[in-house]
């Protein structure tokens, strides 16, 4: 089992910078894959940015790309998202997700942190 802690969000304005960070505890070294998710007010969970956890390739959603990096600290057990030049459609829970062997290569996602909550005002 992986235990997932997010901290971070906040009330920020647009075009604003936001780190979030995720404390993972338990079976890491049964991880592939760690990632972050939001959802927005009224709509379904949607991907935001994903990392090998071996120090892999990282992958973004275009809504994000160009202004989100995710980043992790295997020593630490840390997984951070630096979120830059944020913007009021940013407004979501953020989940901190890890994925264990048996979904590799899917975009599922089977460990989920409790969600940390950032509003972006105009």
């Known amino acids: 089992q992986v235990v997932l802690v997010e901290s971070g969000g906040g009330l920020v304005q647009a075009g604003d910078s936001l780190r979030l960070s995720c404390v993972a505890s338990?079976?890491?070294?049964?991880?592939?894959?760690m990632g972050w998710f939001r959802r927005p007010p009224g709509k379904e969970r949607e991907f935001v940015a994903i990392?090998?956890?071996?120090?892999?390739?990282?992958y973004y959603a275009d809504s994000v790309k160009g202004r989100f990096t995710i980043s992790q600290d295997n020593a630490k057990g840390t997984l951070d998202l630096q979120m830059n030049s944020l913007k009021p459609e940013d407004t979501a829970v953020y989940y901190c997700a890890a994925q264990s062997p048996r979904l590799a290569g899917s975009h599922d996602f089977d460990h989920w942190g409790q969600g940390t909550q950032v509003t972006v005002s105009s």
């Open positions: 338990g079976r890491t070294d049964n991880t592939v894959a």
């Open positions: 990392i090998g956890y071996s120090g892999g390739k990282s």
